[in-house]
């Protein structure tokens, strides 16, 4: 195990996951890392297992009530006009 690479792909990890702004050679570099190293192989495959447990659990509804008391303390009650539900406006 070579620690410097394990904290290489822990840096990269989120883009592999992701599998959106992971180059070709990244992917390469860390499917080689995950071959030779089980412990960076046990982080990723309970990372993917965590991803596919949350995905798959219904997402929480925000209280339109909570939304527009942070869009207001955000200074975005402008955006909040452009973008509120025909049926709130």
Do not use: H, W
């Not at 050679?25 to 860390?30: T, W």
């Not at 995950?34 to 209280?63: H, W």
């Not at 009530?65 to 200074?75: E, F, K």
């Amino acid at each position: 195990m070579d620690k410097v690479q394990c904290e290489r792909l822990l840096e990269a990890l989120s883009d592999y996951l992701d599998g959106e702004n992971a180059s070709p050679e990244l992917c390469a570099e860390i499917e080689r890392q995950l071959a030779e190293c089980t412990d960076c192989r046990i982080v990723v495959d309970t990372l993917r297992k965590i991803i596919a447990l949350y995905r798959s659990l219904p997402q929480p509804g925000f209280p339109e009530a909570a939304r527009l008391r942070l869009y207001r303390a955000l200074d975005l009650e402008a955006f909040l006009a452009d973008k509120r539900p025909p049926e709130a406006q």
